[in-house]
């Protein structure tokens, strides 16, 4: 008998929402389920995908086409989706992932202003179209993040744009979550940690009911 189909997560977010430390507090929550769980992120979460991401985060890569960004992001998916992702939804896991592509969508769509229907191709191509079973966003405003983010050391080459560029990024997610209501839940990242969880975690909860 096959398997039933594991349940793909996704956190999203501008810098500093608080992505990273509720995946710590989510793992912990869903393992207590009985539930076998994967986590990961993008860019990264496989050999392959590391590697792309030290280069399209490098701050010294000055210059980068908006398009190489794109492209690159894709690439780490591509890789992510048919050497982790899928294999672990196949064998029955959760995957819990630190961004997924509503992040292309919202970075290079409404960051840097690629062409939405290019993404679109894009993610029918390199992913097949995957597409989490529910993504929790954490809205927050860019300044709240930022000041959050700015005492983490050297930014990356993303983390040195300017406002303006994160104003466009969250209003991007904003608006990939007013379309897709069922698939996204919005939760307001300036409560604290422990709320911010508890929210996440009544967001979840259907997941479980489904699988049971
Ligand atoms: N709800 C919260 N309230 C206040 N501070 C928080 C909250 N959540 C996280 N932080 C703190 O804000 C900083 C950024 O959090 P975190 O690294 O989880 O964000 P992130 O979304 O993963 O950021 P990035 O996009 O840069 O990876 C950390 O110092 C963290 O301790
Ligand atoms: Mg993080």
Known sequence: MSKQRGTFISLEGGEGAGKSTLLAGLRDYIAAQGVDLVLTREPGGTALGEAVRAIVLDPARHGMAAE????????????????????ALTAGQWVLCDRFTDASFAYQGGGRGQPVERIAELERWATDGLSPDMTLLLDLPVATGRARAAGRGEADRIEVEADVFFERVREAYRARAAAEPKRFQIIDASLTPVEVLHAAIAAIAPLFEVKA
């Open 68 to 87: 190489t960004e794109l492209l690159l992001m894709f690439a780490s998916r591509a890789q992510l989706v048919r050497e982790l992702i899928e294999p």
